[in-house]
C-alpha cells in the first residue's frame, strides 16, 4: 500500500510539471479544440469502451486506459494514464471493485470538471460468497457488463454522462441508447425462450465471470478459478470439477482469453470434453464488438447444453 501511494505521489508531482507547461501551448491547443468538437472520454478496459461507443458513435473521442491483453484487477496507471484523465470530459469505469486504482486516479489529476461514471452505480450486484475475495477485493463480484441487462444497465448510466458533458446533443445520445437497448433486447429475448426449454443449465468456465449472465438465463456456472482468476485448483478442486461433470453430462469446457488453459484443457480430457473459447469482452477479442460476442457466448452455452 505504501509503495502505491509513493508510486501515485510521484506520477502527480509529474502531472503538475507537465501541467506548468501548458500554457506555451495554448494556442496550438485551442487550434486543436477548434478542429473537432468531440468529447473526451476516458475509459477503464474495452467493455466500458464497446458501450460509450455504441452510445456516443461520432461525437466522442474515446482513450482506453488498460491496454488490451491486461488484466483490469491488477492494473496500476502509468504517467501516461494520469496525463489522459487530467484532459478528459469524461471518465468512465466499471466499478464493484474491478478498478482498485480507479477513485485514487481521479482524485490524483487536477481536473475539477472531470465527470467519473462508475457505470454500476445503483445496479443489484452479485455478492461475493468467499470470505478470502471479500477481504482481498471486496463485497461483489464486479462482471456485471457480461449480462445483457447488465450491459443494459451500464450504458444507460453512460448515457446520462454523455448527456450532462454534452447537453445540445442529447437526442442523440437518446437515440443511440434506445437502439443498442433494442439490440440487447432482442438477443435476450431470442436465448431467454432457446435456454428455457433446455433441462440442463450447467455450464463450465475457465474462471467465475458469467455469475450475472447466469442471473439472466436461470443458468449455473462451475468453474476452474474463482472470479478474479487467481491461482490454479487443488487436485481435491480438481476431483471434484471431473465429478460434476461427469454428474451433469458436460461437454464442454470454456475457456477465455487472460484465464490460463492448462487446468481447463486437463479437465476436458479427464471427462473426454471439447474446449471452446468464450468471450469476457474485457479486452478486444478476433475483432467482435459486443454484440457479436455475446451472441456467439449464448449460442456456444447453448449448444453445449443441448
Not at 257 to 263: E, G, L, T, W, Y
Request: hydrophobic share 35%; charged share 30%; net charge negative.
Amino acid at each position: 500500500m505504501l509503495k502505491k501511494t509513493i508510486v501515485f505521489i510521484v506520477l502527480l508531482s509529474m502531472i503538475l510539471t507537465l501541467s506548468s507547461c501548458k500554457g506555451n501551448s495554448s494556442q496550438t491547443n485551442s487550434s486543436n479544440e477548434n478542429k473537432t468538437s468531440k468529447i473526451k472520454v476516458a475509459v477503464s478496459f474495452n467493455a466500458m469502451r464497446e458501450f460509450v461507443s455504441a452510445i456516443g458513435k461520432d461525437k466522442v473521442d474515446i482513450t482506453t486506459i488498460v491496454p488490451n491483453g491486461t488484466e483490469p484487477h491488477e492494473f496500476d496507471p502509468k504517467i501516461k494514464d494520469l496525463q489522459t484523465l487530467s484532459t478528459a470530459k469524461v471518465f468512465v469505469y466499471n466499478g464493484l471493485g474491478m478498478e482498485k486504482w480507479a477513485d485514487k486516479a481521479v482524485q490524483s489529476v487536477d481536473n475539477k470538471d472531470l465527470i467519473a461514471v462508475d457505470a454500476s452505480k445503483g445496479a443489484d450486484a452479485i455478492k461475493n460468497s468467499d470470505p478470502d475475495e471479500i477481504k482481498e477485493h471486496g463485497e461483489y463480484d464486479p462482471h456485471l457488463w457480461i449480462s445483457l441487462k447488465g450491459a443494459e444497465f451500464e450504458s444507460n448510466n453512460i448515457k446520462d454522462a454523455l448527456v450532462k458533458a454534452d447537453p445540445k446533443n442529447k437526442d442523440f445520445y437518446e437515440k443511440n441508447y434506445t437502439d443498442f437497448k433494442s439490440q440487447l433486447d432482442g438477443i435476450y429475448n431470442d436465448y431467454k425462450s432457446k435456454l428455457s426449454n433446455l433441462p440442463n443449465k450447467n455450464f463450465v468456465t475457465g474462471h467465475a465471470a458469467f455469475a450475472y449472465l447466469c442471473r439472466d438465463f436461470g443458468l449455473k456456472q462451475n468453474s476452474v478459478e474463482d472470479v478474479f482468476a487467481e491461482g490454479e485448483p487443488s487436485s481435491k478442486r480438481l476431483e471434484e470439477l471431473i465429478s460434476y461433470c461427469k454428474t451433469n453430462n458436460i461437454k464442454t469446457i470454456f475457456v477465455e482469453d487472460m484465464v490460463s488453459p492448462k487446468v481447463s484443457n486437463t479437465l476436458a480430457k479427464e471427462v473426454n470434453a471439447k474446449v471452446e473459447k468464450i468471450y469476457t469482452v474485457e479486452s478486444k477479442e478476433d475483432n467482435l464488438d459486443y454484440i457479436q460476442s455475446m451472441k456467439q457466448n449464448l449460442q456456444e452455452i447453448y449448444n453445449s447444453l443441448k
